[in-house]
């Protein structure tokens, strides 16, 4: 399978426990997204790198929230001292470089903080 | 008001009809993309344009940069395309996409 993963599917934690999530991109693509998508809610959008740089992040992405790229290809969402309103669908995308770059997302890794 | 908006919200249709989906966006854009979510969350890309129409099987995406205005067509509608149908644009930052809240298709057979 050439497209993007995520994993895990499914977490649950308790309140103020940290979670760690990995995204595996299409391998061409330098591109990665992030973003968060609420119950009833279109995504939201959270960070950005290209290669491995964290080039944008949103006002969402408080400071309990870290996103790393080390090699320019996997990269990991860190949620620290989780809250209940972490709780949501935390999508990955990737994308060519250029004006055309339409993004490819994973299917997703489902957050539940008790 | 939010820079995306979809209408409707919710959309039950039979089997067979033609469903339209609509998207109004604010901003300036450089594409707009259609997509597809189906419960379990994830997203399929359905389209990505920046003028004219654009075909694929049952699905046709129109769009509009003059009115800020664009439309996804299902023909022929089946239970099967029951799902969040999101509307989201590029703006022309280049870097992330402005989501519409999505429209929730269901197809009854």
């Known amino acids: 399978d050439t497209g993007v993963s995520q994993d895990p599917r499914h977490k649950i934690t308790k309140r103020g426990q940290n979670v760690t999530f990995r995204c595996d991109p299409i391998?061409?693509?330098?591109?990665l997204y992030w973003y968060r998508q609420t119950l009833g809610q279109g995504p939201e959008f959270l960070t950005y790198?290209?290669?491995?740089?964290?080039?944008?992040k949103s006002r969402l992405l408080s400071d309990r929230f870290s996103a790393e790229r080390p090699k320019g290809s996997f990269s990991t969402l860190e949620i620290q001292r989780t809250e209940q309103g972490d709780s949501a669908m935390y999508l990955c995308?990737?994308?060519?470089?250029?004006?055309?770059?339409?993004?490819?997302f994973g299917p997703g890794t489902r957050l539940t903080v008790l | 008001k939010n820079e995306v908006e979809q209408s409707p919200q919710n959309l039950t249709a039979q089997e067979g009809e033609f469903i339209t989906i609509n998207c109004s966006y604010s901003v300036g854009i450089s594409a707009l993309h259609w997509l597809q979510q189906h419960p379990g969350g994830g997203i399929v890309s359905l389209f990505m344009?920046?003028?004219?129409?654009k075909k694929h099987g049952r699905l046709i995406a129109t769009i509009n940069i003059q009115e800020k205005h664009s439309s996804l067509h299902i023909t022929a509608s089946h239970p099967r395309d029951s799902a969040v149908y999101i509307c989201?644009?590029?703006?022309?930052?280049?870097?992330?996409?402005?989501w519409g809240a999505g429209t929730k298709l269901i197809i009854k057979p």
């Open positions: 989201a644009v590029k703006g022309n930052s280049n870097y992330q996409l402005i």
């Open positions: 391998s061409e693509h330098n591109r």
């Open positions: 344009l920046s003028s004219g129409k």
């Open positions: 790198f290209q290669n491995e740089a964290q080039l944008e």
């Open positions: 995308a990737s994308s060519l470089d250029g004006f055309y770059n339409e993004q490819f």
